[in-house]
């Protein structure tokens, strides 16, 4: 237990640092911009109760606003992300599992399912940051295809990240 | 009110997220305009100070880049001194001269967070209030305008960069004379800008558009040169798109343009209004 949360701690701190000094500058095009900090939501433990979950996707989103000048932007698209993994993962996953299936990773989940989780959740949160800081319906084509390049680019990071931190042991 | 409980324990997730995304987006609405919002943004002092280390850092790996715009900077400069102008008459004498007084003064100041890919662009610089800096003052570089200062505090500043869907300056063509309003384009292209002009206006390609003189900045500071005489159709102003002169995403060195006239001449103005 007390190990889950220090290393959650470490994830926390790295990924808002990445996100804030690196990813920040990079960008393609204007188009595809990746939002990798939203890793942690993804990784929380199964067995993290609904309040932590929405409390810790709040904080998240704030930390990242404050780098980014936009207070409020990144916790609201957190916060929605953190309701779309409840359900992904109440329709998904057995609730008695959860005694051998710590943490939702690519190395105890399978590629099948991470993949799938990642992406549904990845652009649930892009299209809905995206859209709420334009907030035009008649750019709505252009930021569309943000979303859609923006998610394909942040779930490749995610993918590589998972595929390093891949425990060969860990797998059924 | 037992069965109200047993339903909001079972779905608490929902209930969870309409407190969070209420707050969230509460927070959102109520900072979106920008200024109030102090103590979530990157001139906080943890965030600011962060922020200003790994510039610290990065300022290194771009000395090359910054010395060359200040040398070129400095050849333009010593261009426009007396001593290089060929004097063409024999008398001398010397003369006081009360017919300038300054009215501009720069402030220089160092970048230290910057971004050019969202919508609305923001650059934070390491000077604040305590250095002589208010909201809406100014920003140049040596190679163009920048933006104006959004909101200051001791230490730092944030500067509403020119790439900002709500930024709008006064400018006019260089050659023309004609003034007309500069915006930023919608494409959130950092190379790009929008000129609207009066329709009788005359716009060459490749023409140099420049500050107008009747805001914040002194006249003449270039903001890029025309690079397509139609941007926009249909509309009832003449839309200009010029290509940028300032690279943002290079940005190191600025200076701020202290106006010493600033507060008379928008004392006077708001008499106008009345």
Redesign the interface.
């Known amino acids: 237990m007390g190990r889950t949360i220090i290393v959650n701690i470490i994830r926390f701190l790295l990924l808002v640092f990445m996100q ?2 690196l990813l ?2 990079i ?1 393609f095009y ?1 188009l595809s ?1 990746p939002y990798f900090y939203i890793l942690f939501i993804l990784l929380l433990p199964f067995e993290t109760p ?2 932590l979950l ?2 810790l ?2 904080l998240l ?2 930390t990242v ?9 990144h ?2 698209a ?3 992300l ?2 779309v993994r ?2 992904f993962i109440n329709i998904t996953v057995q609730k008695e599992g959860f005694d051998n299936e710590p943490e939702p990773t690519l190395s105890i989940m399978g590629f099948r399912w991470f993949f799938t989780y990642a992406v549904i959740l990845t652009f649930a949160h892009h299209f809905f940051l995206l859209s ?3 907030f035009k319906f008649s ?1 709505i084509q ?1 930021t569309l295809s943000r979303v859609v390049l923006s998610s394909i680019f942040t779930v490749f990071l995610i993918l590589v990240s998972g595929l390093l931190f891949f425990k060969r042991k860990e797998r059924k | 009110m037992r069965n109200l409980l047993i339903f909001i324990t079972k779905y ?3 209930f ?2 309409l ?3 209420v ?9 979106n305009s ?1 200024q109030k ?1 102090t ?4 001139q ?1 002092q ?2 600011g100070s ?2 200003g280390q ?1 510039s610290e850092f990065k300022g290194y790996l771009s000395l090359k880049d910054v010395n060359d715009s200040l040398a070129r900077e400095n050849a333009r400069l010593r261009g426009m001194l007396k001593t290089s102008f060929y004097i063409d008459t024999t008398e001398k004498h010397k003369v006081v001269d009360t017919v300038y007084k300054q009215q501009y003064t720069y402030l220089v100041a160092r970048v230290i ?1 910057n ?1 050019t ?4 662009n ?1 650059i934070t610089i390491n000077k604040g209030s305590r250095d002589g800096i208010a909201k809406d003052m100014g920003v140049i570089c040596g190679a163009g305008v920048v933006g104006m200062i959004a909101a200051v505090s001791d230490h730092y500043a ?1 500067v509403k960069s020119l790439l900002h869907s709500k930024s709008q300056f006064s400018a006019m063509l260089v050659n023309d004379k004609s003034v007309g309003s500069f915006i930023w384009g ?5 190379h790009k800008g929008l000129l609207s002009l009066q329709n009788d206006a005359k716009p060459v390609l490749g023409e140099m558009v420049v500050t107008s003189g009747y805001s914040l900045f002194p006249t003449g500071i270039p903001f890029g040169k025309v690079t397509n005489l139609h941007a926009k159709e249909g509309g009832l102003l003449l839309n200009v798109e010029v290509g940028l002169s300032v690279d943002f ?1 290079k940005l190191q060195y600025i200076y701020v343009v202290v106006n010493k006239y600033a507060q008379e001449q928008a004392g006077l103005e708001a008499l106008e209004v009345k």
């Open positions: 804030a000094f920040k500058n960008t204007n911009t609904n309040v929405f409390i996707s709040f989103g704030l606003d404050a780098f980014y000048d936009t207070p409020g932007l916790a609201a957190c916060v929605v953190a309701l409840i359900l709420l800081e334009v750019e252009y | 608490n997730a929902f969870l997220f407190i969070f995304e707050s969230a987006l509460l927070i959102y609405i109520k900072y920008f919002a103590f979530i943004s990157s906080n943890v965030t962060l922020f790994v967070n971004s890919n969202q919508s609305n923001y944030i919608n494409d959130l292209n950092p995403s």
